[in-house]
């Protein structure tokens, strides 16, 4: 049986549709949020564009019921210069230690069984020929309502690129 993408003038519902959020600018702040995802979404893919930071902090990925997780991830991210890392405040993007970095690529999210999600990363920096994997996972306290795109640190500040989430 075919599966099929349904959809009308850009109103799309959940029989299996792609829906993309609003892309952001990820010109300032410290962190780029985006709430109120439908409870029925079983997959997000986090888009990076040309994304950097004023400093050299990681990148961290944070899902949210109500209010965002911080605490309770589990996994590891490597990079291929052979920077390793695992994390447990976010999923996180690994980049090169001690250095700023142009990040292109997805994060891809998953609802593996009730609310715990999984993820796997690849991603590669725009500045030099490195790629960055990672995987993980995170319980819930309730179903996911929001994403946080921000860095370890929490200080950093986003100074380029487009951000932006699809759900299905």
């Given at each position: 049986?075919?599966?099929t993408?349904?959809?009308t003038?850009?109103v799309?519902d959940?029989?299996?549709?792609?829906i993309a959020?609003?892309?952001v600018?990820?010109?300032?702040?410290?962190?780029?949020?985006?709430?109120s995802?439908?409870?029925?979404?079983?997959?997000?893919?986090?888009?990076?564009?040309?994304v950097s930071?004023?400093?050299?902090?990681?990148?961290q990925?944070?899902?949210g019921?109500?209010t965002?997780t911080?605490s309770?991830?589990?996994g590891?991210?490597v990079a291929?210069?052979?920077?390793?890392?695992?994390f447990?405040?976010?999923?996180?993007?690994?980049?090169?230690?001690?250095?700023s970095?142009t990040?292109?690529?997805?994060?891809?999210?998953?609802?593996?069984?009730?609310n715990?999600w999984?993820?796997?990363?690849?991603?590669?920096r725009?500045?030099?020929?490195q790629?960055?994997?990672?995987?993980?996972?995170?319980?819930?306290?309730g179903?996911?309502?929001r994403?946080?795109i921000?860095?370890?640190n929490?200080?950093?500040?986003?100074d380029?690129?487009?951000?932006?989430i699809?759900?299905?």
């Amino acid at each position: 049986m075919p599966l099929t993408l349904s959809g009308t003038s850009g109103v799309l519902d959940n029989s299996g549709a792609f829906i993309a959020g609003t892309a952001v600018n990820s010109t300032s702040g410290t962190s780029i949020d985006f709430t109120s995802i439908p409870s029925w979404v079983k997959r997000i893919t986090v888009m990076f564009n040309g994304v950097s930071t004023n400093g050299s902090s990681n990148y961290q990925v944070q899902l949210g019921a109500t209010t965002f997780t911080t605490s309770g991830y589990s996994g590891s991210s490597v990079a291929s210069s052979g920077g390793t890392g695992t994390f447990s405040s976010g999923f996180v993007v690994f980049q090169s230690p001690g250095t700023s970095s142009t990040l292109f690529g997805p994060l891809f999210l998953t609802l593996l069984t009730g609310n715990t999600w999984v993820a796997a990363v690849c991603t590669s920096r725009g500045d030099v020929a490195q790629s960055m994997t990672g995987a993980g996972s995170v319980a819930l306290s309730g179903t996911l309502d929001r994403v946080r795109i921000t860095t370890v640190n929490g200080t950093d500040t986003f100074d380029a690129g487009t951000i932006n989430i699809l759900w299905e």
